[in-house]
């Protein structure tokens, strides 16, 4: 499986995956869409290829998508991980890899969805949080879930806490989704090639 990466900020969950010695040899390409993003520096230390755009240069969402889909086919990417990637995604892609884009959200799906989930969880007074990995689909954050793991909300921390309780769990969870993806796809690619 090849796997291009699309972030847009730090890049701590950029990070994590590449620094797991099963995904990193898969993952030919990062994707983003800021250009002075830190995940650009993370990308340095691990010599990846880069495709970064800012979607203002770009008449519509078709035409950037266009342009990002014809890089993922010139690194032959065949599967998508997106990480900290804040941009709804469109038909060009969604179509171009159906079933074969996931994304991470910090809330337990359908709860949630969109900007500030922490902040959402914590303004409804939730007792339970955690993280979804799920497949990307035309809505926001409205894809079919692949796995989820629940995080308890400690009453006196903050929201700061409870995002750095978070960005803990991911670094830990999405890596092992990514990895189960790929053993998935292997396992099919084996089967067929026995047929």
Same mark, same amino acid.
């Given at each position: 499986?090849?796997?291009?990466?699309?972030?847009?900020?730090?890049?701590?969950?950029?990070?994590?995956?590449?620094?797991?010695?099963?995904?990193?040899?898969?993952?030919?390409?990062?994707?983003?869409?800021?250009?002075?993003?830190?995940?650009?520096?993370?990308?340095?230390?691990?010599?990846?290829?880069?495709?970064?755009?800012?979607?203002?240069?770009?008449?519509?969402?078709?035409?950037?998508?266009?342009? *990002?889909?014809?890089?993922?086919?010139?690194?032959?990417?065949?599967?998508?991980?997106?990480?900290?990637?804040?941009?709804?995604?469109?038909?060009?892609?969604?179509?171009?890899?159906?079933?074969? *884009?996931?994304?991470?959200?910090?809330?337990?799906?359908?709860?949630?969805?969109?900007?500030?989930?922490?902040?959402?969880?914590?303004?409804?007074?939730?007792?339970?949080?955690?993280?979804?990995?799920?497949?990307?689909?035309?809505g926001m954050d409205?894809?079919?879930?692949?796995?989820?793991?629940?995080?308890?909300?400690?009453?006196?921390?903050?929201?700061a806490q409870l995002?750095?309780? *978070?960005?803990?769990?991911?670094?830990?969870?999405?890596?092992?989704?990514?990895?189960?993806?790929?053993?998935?796809?292997?396992?099919?690619?084996?089967?067929?090639?026995?047929?």
């Amino acid at each position: 499986m090849k796997i291009a990466i699309f972030a847009s900020g730090s890049g701590s969950n950029f990070e994590a995956l590449m620094e797991d010695s099963m995904i990193r040899p898969a993952v030919k390409l990062l994707v983003c869409d800021k250009p002075g993003a830190r995940v650009l520096e993370r990308a340095d230390q691990f010599e990846l290829p880069r495709f970064v755009f800012s979607a203002s240069d770009f008449l519509n969402k078709a035409s950037c998508e266009k342009v *990002i889909l014809e890089e993922l086919l010139r690194y032959e990417v065949d599967f998508i991980v997106l990480a900290g990637y804040m941009r709804l995604l469109g038909e060009t892609l969604l179509e171009a890899f159906p079933n074969r *884009i996931i994304n991470l959200h910090p809330s337990l799906l359908p709860l949630f969805p969109g900007k500030d989930a922490i902040g959402q969880a914590l303004s409804a007074r939730e007792s339970v949080t955690g993280v979804t990995a799920h497949f990307v689909d035309a809505g926001m954050d409205t894809g079919a879930v692949i796995a989820q793991e629940k995080i308890e909300i400690v009453s006196c921390e903050s929201k700061a806490q409870l995002e750095e309780r *978070i960005h803990q769990v991911e670094h830990r969870f999405y890596p092992a989704v990514v990895k189960k993806m790929m053993q998935k796809e292997s396992k099919k690619r084996n089967e067929k090639s026995i047929d």
